[in-house]
């Protein structure tokens, strides 16, 4: 147990590391659209439970610089935390992304001490900035939980079509409908511990905070890659596990694997504490949750494919299992 918070605290203290250059930034003018797919099925450790299924489908705008560039958005360069009236080359999103939370038991009654059965619709739209070696992310969740999120339906659906067993839980255990409003803002640093043509080694420290009806948490995420053109971009983006990243912004060949880890403390987790009588039983949140990750990604002229494989501690405390896996996998294409 004390290993596990001394690996955290040098965690911490490394993701103070941020790193600013001063060299000349070009905008990537090229437009990105993604598919990303998260689910415990391709995590190799597949048991259908908790955090079970997370899909995005996205568009980023292509790179502006407000700073050197006449345009009517221009007032945009303001909208910043890190860099603000600092110059940075600034880009938008808009995703639309739904989220699946079940049991992790099939039975009924439904065990007091399980998972609520939930599911999350949502559009998250933002703004990127980025420098050197500096990515900000504000954005915005807006969506519903609840049978109106369809997700439910869904697996269902899905699980009746390949004769696997269907969640009866669903209907007597989901979380009721209700609207979300979920802002947050992340920060991400980078630290070249070697730079070369043929391969590079960095260290990026990321600082996460949400606040909203869904999640208010705040981490803190340290991540080293190894590999070709690192400056291809600032790693995976994800859906509900650790940092969530912008495109790449370079047509460069870009190859590199990486390890991943850090710390988060949850304050409120719609999807564990429930929003009704038949999905609040009273759980005590495990007010620090750590997860570890490894993957790869490479890119080529916009087109860019990757994986991530995350293990997090449990996050309740009265949790039948102490720990999930997820995997997640990326495809996505510039234009």
Do not use: C
Request: glycine fraction near 8%; avoid cysteine; hydrophobic fraction near 40%.
């Amino acid at each position: 147990m004390r290993t596990k918070y001394i690996i955290l605290i040098l965690i911490i203290l490394m993701n103070v590391s941020f790193a600013y250059a001063e060299e000349t930034l070009k905008p990537y003018k090229k437009n990105s659209i993604m598919v990303l797919w998260e689910n415990d099925l391709i995590a190799f450790m597949h048991s259908d439970r908790y955090y079970s299924n997370g899909i995005r489908l996205g568009y980023t705008s292509k790179e502006y610089d407000y700073f050197n560039e006449d345009n009517k958005m221009s007032w945009a360069k303001y909208v910043s935390i890190l860099s603000f009236n600092k110059p940075h080359i600034t880009r938008f999103h808009l995703n639309i992304n739904q989220e699946m939370y079940t049991t992790a038991k099939h039975a009924r009654p439904f065990p007091k001490n399980d998972h609520p059965m939930g599911g999350f619709l949502y559009f998250n739209a933002g703004i990127y900035n980025r420098t050197a070696n500096t990515e900000e992310h504000i954005g915005l969740k807006i969506g519903v939980v609840g049978p109106l999120s369809f997700t439910g339906q869904l697996q269902t659906a899905y699980h009746s079509a390949i004769g696997q067993l269907v969640f009866t839980s669903w209907e007597y255990n989901q979380l009721d409908n209700e609207f979300i409003f979920n802002p947050y803002y992340q920060i991400t640093g980078r630290k070249y511990i070697f730079k070369t043509n043929p391969v590079s080694l960095d260290v990026l420290g990321t600082l996460d905070v949400a606040a909203g009806n869904a999640d208010t948490h705040f981490g803190t995420y340290g991540t080293i890659r190894f590999g070709h053109n690192l400056d291809n971009d600032f790693g995976m983006p994800k859906i509900n596990l650790e940092q969530d990243f912008a495109p790449v912004h370079s047509d460069k060949f870009s190859l590199y694997v990486f390890v991943a880890g850090g710390a988060k403390v949850t304050l409120h987790n719609i999807f564990i504490q429930g929003n009704s009588p038949n999905t609040r039983f009273g759980y005590n949140l495990e007010l620090l949750r750590w997860e570890v990750s490894a993957g790869i990604m490479a890119s080529y002229y916009g087109f860019r494919i990757g994986y991530i494989w995350t293990y997090y501690s449990k996050e309740y405390t009265v949790q039948p299992y102490d720990h999930h896996a997820v995997g997640a996998a990326l495809v996505e294409f510039a234009f």
